[in-house]
Each structure stands twice: as structure tokens, then as C-alpha cells.
């Protein structure tokens, strides 16, 4: 019978993916979806999969935060890793040999209305989890594409 040399499977980074939608009419429509994204306290109002959020850190926030999220029966850790105020925000979350990047980027408006929010996501397994990263990478891109569509139902029911 053969080895197993896990140095062979160290790491799988699947490709990016990308979600998109437009995003109203609402008056102010950047500003309040930004205020929205950015109101962690505020998640678990508008995901079925987040039961609460809580900042590790002090201060402002920007690059380097660190949000405790929790999800069912853990708790991950959400970093910040770029921070551009209105129009774009990206998160390193490592949790049992995975690493994913969330990043929620702002295109337009075009005017004060609408605005364009793209979710560009991508996974990273470790260890014996590269093996099947494929069939995780799956699993993750529902769970995002569900967080990404409650978000965006939520904003759209704010402006009736």
C-alpha cells in the first residue's frame, strides 16, 4: 500500500468567483448600502446564517479589524483586509484548514440612486481538505451567493 505525501496537497486555491447586482432605486443609494455592509452589529438582522457579530478590536474600523462572527456552532474570525470607505471592503476569514476572501466592491453609481455590488469571493483548502476542494469550494460559493442575495433583499426591502 501507497504513502499519502501531504506535502504533495499543502494548498488549493480554487478559481474566483464573482456575484452581481444592481441595487435600487434608493435616495442616497452608495451611502446607505456602504452604511448597511458596514453596520456589523446589525448582520444577524438580515442573514438566516449569522446569529451574531462582535468587533475584537478597538478603535476605528478599517484595516486589520477583526469581527468574531457566529455562524450555527462556531465562531470565525472575519479580518479586514482592504478598506476603502464607500467602495470597497475585503475579508480573510480561516476557520478548520480553510481560508476564504470576501470582497464587497461598489461600481458607480451612476447617479444617487443605484449602485452596482459585486461579491468577488475565493477559497483556499489546506491539508487533506485540498484533496476535495472542489466539492467545498461548492459548498462555500451557496453559502455566499445566500449571504450576498439576503443582503441585497434586505437593502431593496429598506427602500419601500
Not at 444592481?22 to 438582522?45: A, K, M, R
Not at 468574531?68 to 479580518?79: G, L, T, Y
Not at 489546506?126 to 472542489?134: A, I, K, N, W
Request: hydrophobic residues 35%; contains cysteine.
Amino acid at each position: 500500500m501507497g504513502q499519502y505525501n501531504l506535502r504533495q496537497h499543502l494548498s488549493t486555491i480554487t478559481p474566483a468567483s464573482t456575484l452581481s447586482r444592481f441595487i435600487g432605486p434608493i435616495d442616497n443609494c452608495s451611502d446607505t448600502v456602504w452604511g448597511q455592509l458596514t453596520d456589523f452589529s446589525n448582520w444577524s438582522t438580515w442573514s438566516s446564517q449569522i446569529q451574531s457579530v462582535e468587533r475584537l478590536d478597538a478603535g476605528s474600523v478599517g484595516r486589520g479589524s477583526v469581527l468574531a462572527v457566529s455562524i450555527r456552532n462556531s465562531v470565525q474570525h472575519w479580518q479586514i483586509e482592504y478598506w476603502n470607505p464607500g467602495k470597497r471592503v475585503d475579508f480573510i476569514i480561516e476557520y478548520n484548514g480553510r481560508r476564504s476572501g470576501y470582497s464587497f466592491v461598489f461600481n458607480g453609481p451612476s447617479d444617487e440612486q443605484h449602485v452596482e455590488l459585486r461579491l468577488q469571493m475565493e477559497f483556499e483548502y489546506s491539508g487533506l481538505r485540498s484533496l476535495v476542494s472542489g466539492f467545498l469550494s461548492r459548498l462555500e460559493r451557496k453559502k455566499a451567493m445566500r449571504l450576498f442575495e439576503e443582503f441585497v433583499s434586505y437593502i431593496q426591502e429598506l427602500s419601500t
